[in-house]
């Protein structure tokens, strides 16, 4: 069950970096209507839902960078923690002579 969690949490980091990098997006632009006025909304609606897009893709490139690391560094991490307790059993079966 702990090797699910943790799977889980290194598949749903890329979709949790570009949720927040969208959210981050939004709250630091403004509205389209105060940028530029209200003959130029429509344009600049369609500029923000590129940049959103953007900010969201570079976010889900961050997530997908961050979350291959880490599996990574924990694999190796369980790899020498296995071979550390192979290397710890006596290498003659139990019972025979040496």
Do not use: D, N
Not at 62 to 90: D, F, K, M, Y
Request: aromatic residues 8%; proline residues 4%; contains cysteine.
């Amino acid at each position: 069950m702990k090797t699910i969690l943790r799977h889980l949490v290194l598949c749903s980091l890329p979709l949790v970096f570009a949720a927040g990098s969208g959210h981050y997006f939004t709250t630091i632009q403004g509205s389209c209507g105060a940028m530029v006025g209200a003959l130029f909304s429509g344009k600049c609606a369609g500029r923000q839902r590129q940049y959103l897009a953007r900010f969201q893709l570079g976010g889900g490139a961050a997530g997908t960078v961050i979350a291959a690391t880490l599996g990574a560094w924990l694999e190796h991490r369980r790899r020498r923690a296995v071979q550390r307790t192979t290397a710890e059993q006596p290498t003659t079966p139990v019972g025979e002579p040496s």
